[in-house]
């Protein structure tokens, strides 16, 4: 079945500062690659998404990038603020995120310092 | 907000006991994905059921069990339970979507 490798397992930068955040994942019928931020006692939340068929996608301060050869995908965060300390989620489904399950990786603990 | 209700938010309970955990989803999403977020195993796939039938199973272990009800809501049903089981309980009700339910924690002692 499905494994995904996340990695670090913690990161701390300075306000202001990009983190990037990478996972692997082994089935190459993944076809969906979601990220979730998750606040301590709190339930996770989708904060973006990628499909097999882009490269690349943005929103605001998130990027996400997947490359189906290497079998890897990656959070970029730029420009972070106190808020976006948290524990951060990758993810990855066959079916398109439709109907498949999720395998998540172990989380990555995100601190950013004032 | 999901969209998606999980009852009760907080269960504790003796060992060797039994409790149902309870989610409603999301109107209109036909399937219950459950997960558990232990702190040493992270957040695994439990069960997923669509529409009244078991779909695709995780790492669920025999001591637990769930079904999907005509209204489709879903319940999660854990025995015998051990000091291991402790975690928060999360249903989902569609990948893609942001639609976990706030988890229900459950405290064994």
């Known amino acids: 079945g499905e494994n995904v490798e996340q990695h670090p397992s913690t990161l701390s930068v300075q306000e202001g500062d990009s983190a990037v955040i990478k996972c692997t994942y082994s089935?190459?019928?993944?076809?969906?690659f979601p990220w979730y931020k998750q606040e301590l006692g709190k339930r996770p939340q989708l904060i973006i998404d990628?499909?097999?068929?882009?490269g690349e996608k943005k929103d605001q301060r998130i990027a996400v990038t997947l490359n189906k050869t290497a079998k890897h995908f990656s959070l970029h965060i730029t420009e972070t603020q106190p808020e976006d300390s948290a524990v951060y989620f990758c993810?990855?489904?066959?079916?398109?995120?439709?109907?498949?399950?999720?395998?998540f990786g172990k989380g990555t603990k995100l601190s950013v310092k004032p | 907000d999901s969209g998606v209700t999980q009852t009760p938010k907080h269960l504790i309970t003796a060992t060797g006991q039994r409790v149902t955990l309870r989610c409603s989803p999301r109107?209109?999403?036909?399937?219950v994905y459950w997960y558990q977020q232990s702190l040493d195993q992270g957040l695994q796939f439990l069960i997923q059921?669509?529409?009244?039938?078991?779909?695709a199973k995780g790492n669920i272990l025999e001591r637990f069990s769930a079904q999907q009800f005509p209204d489709l809501h879903s319940e999660l049903n854990l025995s015998s339970l051990e000091l291991g089981d402790s975690a928060l309980y999360f249903c989902?009700?569609?990948?893609?979507?942001?639609?976990f339910g706030s988890g229900t924690r459950l405290t064994v002692v």
């Open positions: 059921y669509y529409n009244g039938e078991e779909r």
């Open positions: 989902a009700s569609s990948v893609g979507w942001d639609t």
């Open positions: 990628i499909r097999s068929n882009v």
């Open positions: 109107s209109g999403d036909l399937s």
């Open positions: 089935d190459s019928a993944s076809n969906y």
């Open positions: 993810a990855a489904s066959t079916n398109g995120g439709s109907q498949g399950n999720l395998i």
